[in-house]
């Protein structure tokens, strides 16, 4: 949308407002999920992994699930499914700082303008952010 189309100010930071969510969230899906449940399914693997390398008596019955779907270890696949959750978490917190800070910066924009520059600005945070991702795993 052009800046100029805007009636006014607050238009302009509505609208890069609902923007910024809608690219942070394609973000999130790239890597994370927007598959329904699937939130739900991760916290339950994460839990269960928690639970079997904590030596806390089972049943764990997501882990043993991703056990033998891997063909591994209940140990395995709890390390596994930690690791990747540390992934996430790496990843969904800058997607997170970022989307915050620029609707920060849009709320406080003086101008279409200047709210379309944060907009833009955003958008540069996401693709390092997904550059970063792409170039291999977010753990040490």
């Known amino acids: 949308m052009k800046v ?3 009636p006014d100010v607050d238009a302009a930071r509505r609208h890069y407002l609902g923007a910024i969510d809608e690219a942070a969230g394609a973000l999130r ?4 999920t927007d598959v329904p449940g699937q939130p739900s399914t991760y916290e339950r693997k ?3 992994a928690r639970s079997v390398l904590a ?3 089972g049943p764990h019955p997501w882990g043993e699930a991703e056990a033998e779907a891997l063909d591994v270890s ?3 696949a709890a390390q596994l499914i930690l690791a990747q959750a540390e992934a996430w978490e790496q990843l969904g917190c800058m997607v997170e ?3 915050m800070r620029h609707k920060r910066l849009v709320r406080e924009a003086e101008t279409a303008r200047d709210a ?3 907009y833009q600005a955003a ?4 693709d390092q952010i997904d550059q970063i991702a792409q170039a291999g795993p977010l753990t040490d």
């Open 46 to 48: 994460e839990r269960d």
């Open 116 to 118: 379309d520059a944060v």
């Open 74 to 76: 209940m140990t395995e």
């Open 123 to 126: 958008l540069a945070a996401f």
């Open 97 to 99: 700082r970022e989307r």
């Open 55 to 57: 030596d806390e008596p």
């Open 4 to 6: 100029s189309r805007f």
């Open 29 to 32: 899906a790239k890597y994370i």
